[in-house]
């Protein structure tokens, strides 16, 4: 079974920047099938982040140019550089992790993974 744990969230102001990390209980490819999703209250869980199978990576249209997905495969560990931050992108973030590495149509799907961290709470101030 696969253990995600996610840190580096917290409260800041619109314009600043956090650094989410998520390390993995062991040996995994963190490099694929991979990603960051968050969930808003009221809202579904939605995908920000992926790398996909190919080790590609796919933004959410609302992320795109602001935040970057990163892995350190030596620490099992991904991360999400959230730039540029606004109200609108607080949230709880997940990180993710299919159970078999597949390709998939929609890669920023949330149904499409398996393994789920508990969370890091994520909120913006205007």
């Known amino acids: 079974q696969l253990q995600l744990v996610e840190s580096g969230g917290g409260a800041v102001q619109a314009g600043w920047s956090l650094r989410l990390s998520c390390a993995a209980s062991?040996?995994?490819?963190?490099?694929?099938?991979v990603g960051w999703f968050r969930q808003a209250p009221g809202k579904e869980r939605a995908g920000v982040a992926v790398?996909?199978?190919?080790?590609?990576?796919t933004y959410g249209a609302s992320v795109k140019g602001r935040f970057t997905i990163s892995r350190d495969n030596a620490k099992n560990t991904l991360y999400l550089e959230m730039n540029s931050l606004k109200p609108e992108d607080t949230a709880m973030y997940y990180c993710?992790?299919?159970?078999?590495?597949?390709?998939?149509?929609?890669?920023?799907?949330?149904?499409?993974?398996?393994?789920w961290g508990q969370g890091t709470q994520v909120t913006v101030s205007s």
């Open positions: 993710a992790a299919m159970e078999r590495c597949r390709w998939v149509p929609r890669p920023l799907a949330a149904s499409e993974y398996n393994y």
């Open positions: 062991r040996y995994t490819n963190i490099g694929v099938c």
């Open positions: 790398f996909d199978r190919s080790g590609s990576t």
